[in-house]
């Protein structure tokens, strides 16, 4: 199979995880009343949680390719589902999407690492160049997704010039959303509310992308070699006569493939080095749950409205792209506990200008600046997680499991974070969180390569 069905495959995914996440950044925003955005996160990371832990059983029973097309189906309910904008809808598309997030992460990666091609090199750095590209390309296409509510949304309030600097107080670091007055009136919603109609239309559009995805998937993606569904259909194909051991026999297996599954995840859980490596992944999470919460609102829908939130986290996504491209194509000069320092000084330096913001009109540019250097250290940290896995672990699937339940670990703590507390309150845990990683990370780093 040649490299180009890798790409192919990757543009598929970055398609639909590009749809996906926009829409994730726009949540908060659009739906705050009420707090029906924010907790439709936290309930998409707790069904993350549970995916996570069943999906190295899942892959085992069904196979990945089937896993993966299940994710792309649910994505496309959910943006579906997205059109109606009641708690009951919001909350049950996005539970279930939650439920199958391993498929686009750590599925897609562990299917991305070992994705079949030409070359015989099957070797861990093999692994480390796919994963990096793989990687610049879903980045690239969030870039591209989040450029759409820029041309399609508008605000129901759009002469924001109008506005006296007192409606800003309230906006970045000052952000608290559980101080909001919740009605229609006030000034703050016709910054974070879009119109119906540029909503619905977004929407349709959303929906026909990750349509698109699924479909390229179905051709692209390799068809299991061998999986507890697959056998048992050869099983059922065959003249066996004896229907009750036919059935003992499918039992068996899945009972097999059961215990296998919990042995792996139990070895990689049992790691000594998780204490070093794991809190990378928690902290990414994090990262991400404040990117899509309090910054798109706190820091763009409050300054500039709702359709400045998608071209904002386009530049976030473009700068984190580059950042990857100039990683991938220099990776074989870069380590892991290298990458850990420099995200690490731009994490402090990012955080701490989003902390001192005080938003006037004459600085309404600094989002932008916050979104570029928030990029940059989103792909430090991305590609520091994905790549760990690979190098420090044997069983991938299942340390790519692992680290999808820290990450949506993370993701959760921000989200709640959102809700109850003021946006400063987070930029202070992040920016801790952030220098305990990396010293963790460097122990243990050079923890490995002494045992070596």
């Given at each position: 199979m040649s490299m180009r069905n890798f790409y192919i495959y990757a543009v598929a995914t970055a398609i639909i995880i590009g749809s996906k996440y926009c829409l994730f950044a726009l949540k908060s925003t659009v739906q705050v009343k009420g707090g029906i955005g924010p907790i439709s996160m936290v309930l998409y990371h707790a069904g993350a949680l549970v995916s996570g832990l069943v999906y190295p059983f899942v892959v085992r029973t069904i196979g990945i390719r089937?896993?993966?097309?299940?994710?792309?189906?649910?994505?496309?309910?959910?943006?579906?589902?997205?059109?109606?904008?009641?708690?009951?809808?919001?909350?049950?598309?996005?539970?279930?999407?939650?439920?199958?997030?391993?498929?686009?992460?750590?599925?897609?990666?562990?299917?991305?690492?070992?994705?079949p091609t030409d070359s015989?090199?099957?070797?861990?750095?093999?692994?480390?160049?796919?994963?990096?590209?793989?990687?610049?390309?879903?980045t690239l296409g969030q870039g591209l997704a989040n450029l759409l509510p820029e041309a399609v949304l508008r605000n129901s309030v759009d002469d924001l010039t109008a506005l006296n600097e007192t409606d800003f107080m309230q906006c970045a670091a000052r952000d608290c959303s559980m101080k909001y007055e919740y009605k229609s009136s006030a000034s703050i919603f016709g910054r974070l509310t879009p119109t119906r109609l540029s909503y619905n239309i977004l929407i349709g559009i959303f929906t026909a992308l990750a349509a698109c995805g699924m479909f390229i998937h179905y051709f692209v993606i390799p068809r299991d070699q061998s999986s507890v569904f697959e056998e048992g259909q050869h099983l059922m194909e065959d003249n066996v006569d004896n229907n009750r051991s036919r059935a003992t026999l499918q039992t068996g297996k899945f009972r097999d493939v059961l215990s296998k599954s919990f042995t792996a995840m139990r070895g990689v859980f049992a790691n000594s080095m998780n204490i070093f490596l794991l809190p990378s992944g928690l902290w990414l999470?994090?990262?991400?749950?404040?990117?899509?919460?309090?910054?798109?609102?706190?820091?763009?829908?409050?300054?500039?409205?709702?359709?400045?939130?998608?071209?904002?986290?386009?530049?976030?996504?473009?700068?984190?792209c580059l950042t990857c491209f100039i990683i991938a194509w220099r990776h074989e000069f870069i380590s892991v506990w290298q990458l850990s320092i420099v995200g690490?000084?731009?994490?402090?330096?990012?955080?701490?200008?989003?902390?001192?913001?005080?938003?006037?009109?004459?600085?309404?540019?600094?989002p932008y600046v916050i979104a570029l250097l928030l990029g940059v250290s989103?792909?430090?940290?991305?590609?520091?997680?994905?790549?760990?896995?690979?190098?420090?672990?044997?069983?991938?699937?299942?340390?790519?499991?692992?680290?999808?339940?820290?990450?949506?670990?993370?993701?959760?703590?921000?989200?709640?974070?959102?809700?109850?507390?003021?946006a400063f309150w987070g930029i202070y845990l992040l920016m801790a969180s952030s220098l305990l990683c990396t010293i963790l990370l460097l122990v243990g780093h050079f923890k490995m390569h002494k045992s070596r």
């Open positions: 089937r896993f993966l097309l299940l994710g792309d189906f649910v994505c496309t309910i959910f943006i579906i589902g997205s059109l109606y904008t009641g708690w009951q809808s919001v909350f049950t598309t996005t539970l279930f999407l939650g439920l199958v997030d391993s498929s686009f992460w750590a599925g897609a990666f562990s299917l991305a690492a070992s994705f015989e090199s099957t070797s861990t750095k093999d692994g480390e160049r796919k994963v990096s590209r793989f990687l610049t390309i879903i999470g994090m990262f991400l749950g404040f990117v899509w919460s309090t910054f798109s609102r706190s820091y763009v829908a409050c300054t500039l409205g709702v359709r400045s939130v998608g071209p904002m986290i386009a530049i976030f996504d473009f700068m984190s690490s000084l731009l994490d402090s330096v990012g955080l701490a200008l989003a902390l001192t913001w005080m938003p006037t009109f004459a600085t309404l540019y600094m989103h792909a430090v940290a991305r590609t520091i997680l994905f790549t760990i896995p690979v190098v420090y672990y044997s069983d991938k699937d299942s340390a790519f499991s692992m680290y999808a339940l820290s990450s949506n670990s993370g993701c959760i703590i921000s989200q709640v974070m959102s809700i109850g507390a003021c």
